[in-house]
Structure formats: C-alpha cells, structure tokens
C-alpha cells in the first residue's frame, strides 16, 4: 500500500512517497520565506545578501517571485550568494527552478546547488547572460573549480528554466529543457542540503523550485 504525508502551506508542498521526498517551493504566500530556507556567503565572502518575496506579474506561478538582493559594494569577485534549505538531506535527486536575470553589473543570472555539506562544499550550475555560458563546478572548502562548459545564448529579461538530474556519480544538466551538460564526478557522494546561488552583484528572480529525490 502506498504511503502518503502531505504538508501544504500555499507557499510550499512537501511529500513524501515510499520513503522518498518531493518539494515545491512557488513563494506565493505573503512575503516571507518559506521555513527552512537560511541565506548564507560561501567563505564568508562579502555581505550577507537579502533574499525577498515580492509581487511579480511576470511569475511563472502567481503572483510572488524570489528575489535576490546582494549589496553592490561589497559583493563582488568570487562572492556566492546562497539560499540553503536546511530541513532536508538528499543525495540522488532532480532539481529545477525558474529564474529571470534581471540586473547586475558585474554578475547575472544563477542557479541551484545540491549535495552541499555546508555553504563552502558543495556541486553548483549556474547561467550567466553576461558570459553567455552554461557552467557546472564544484566547490570545496570555500573554492570554486569548473567541470564542464557550455555555450549559451538567451534573453536575460525573460524566465527560463534551470534543471539538474544527479544519480551516483552522474549529473546531467538542463536549459529549457535541453541538455546542455553532462558528467561523471565522484567529489561529494553523501547526501546533502540543496538551494539557490547567485554570484557577486547578481540580483535574480527565481520562481518555482522543485526538488524530488530519485532512485
């Protein structure tokens, strides 16, 4: 017989269904942050950044989106700006989120991090219009090393989608619905904690994020 716990507050959906977990996050209730959800600088770099519920009417789900708001002046260079969901702990696992660029000078975009043993090790993809590329890395103890590379072009004042698949030692990595990377690394193979992550000035929108731990 299959098992089901449900527990839906609006803003969030969380499952759990023959011992594995889904989680959806569209930040549509009020203006806080879902529980469970703690900001956090890899390194300490930089200022603490704010993350915000605020109303946008170009959400993919209505009618609130995320939003990431790091201080200019101090957030810069190799500053990562992090939103780590602290209440689950997942290895194998799906994760997307819809994101807009929307500003930043010296940064855009962003992405999601999963299997993350604290804010300084963690696996990253990330898009970046200003670069016009598509990055997978890791970061360890505080430091960042790319694994893989793609070429990409597209609008940053539009949403678009940011997906990852992890089983074992495999990670795929999706734009749009394409792949766009893949690779077999064997850095960190414990689960972890999962979030969002913005580089330096970036300050992004983000909407609807998904987790679901696969087999």
Known sequence: MKKMGLLALSMFLVFTVFGGTRL???FDEGNALPPGFSPAQT?????????????????PSQPNALLVKPDPRTNHGACFNLLIYENASLKDLDISVHLKA???REDQGGGVMWRAKDKDNY??????????NF????VRNGHRRMLRS??????????HTVRVVHRGDQIKCYFDGELKLQATVRIFNEPGKFGLWTKADASTRFDDLKVEEVQ
């Open 24 to 26: 959806y996050f569209n």
């Open 43 to 59: 390194a300490d770099r930089g200022t603490l950044s704010q993350w915000e519920v605020i109303k946008d009417p170009t959400a």
């Open 102 to 104: 929307f500003k930043g």
């Open 123 to 132: 696996y990253v993809v990330r898009w970046n219009p200003l670069e016009d």
């Open 135 to 138: 990055r997978l890395y890791y």
């Open 150 to 159: 793609a070429r990409l072009k597209a609008d940053p004042q539009a949403w």
